[in-house]
């Protein structure tokens, strides 16, 4: 009897251990949320056009030939332009179209980091 709940100890016991959230299942994008997503330093040239050239403009719908939804984000312009409407869009609002379109909602990280900029009036920094 005694080895029994021994190995069934053992087997419990060896069933234990410490995952990481983040690590084991990460935003669509890589990004994290928490403490691994800064949104201190946001700033368009730095953080939201990079975001906005991968899944904006490098897929051809909001650049100066596709102009998807009449925007073009392709400059600081476009995408202070576009700015009241990304919020809805990149969350799947209700009464917006899903962005991007035709692939995966972005990463917490990079929505967070969006928002703040434009919660911030879309600077041009």
């Keep these: ?6 190995v069934i100890c053992l087997v419990a016991l060896a069933g234990c251990y410490n995952d990481k ?10 990004g994290t949320t928490g403490a691994g997503c800064d949104t201190t330093n946001v700033t368009y040239a730095g953080t939201i056009q990079p975001i906005l050239n991968q899944y ?7 650049d100066a030939t596709g102009q998807g939804g009449g925007y ?18 990149l969350t799947w609002q209700s009464g ?25 009036g879309a600077p041009n920094n």
């Design 21 to 30: 959230a983040d690590q084991l299942y990460p935003t669509s994008t890589g």
């Design 72 to 89: 073009n984000m392709t400059s600081y312009q476009g995408a202070q332009l576009a700015s009241p409407r990304m919020i809805g869009a």
């Design 96 to 120: 917006y179209q899903p962005m991007p379109q035709g692939m995966p909602k972005l990463g917490d990280c990079e929505i967070a980091k969006i928002t703040r900029w434009v919660n911030m």
């Design 56 to 62: 904006c403009t490098n897929a051809g719908c909001h």
């Design 1 to 6: 009897m005694k080895r029994i709940i021994t």
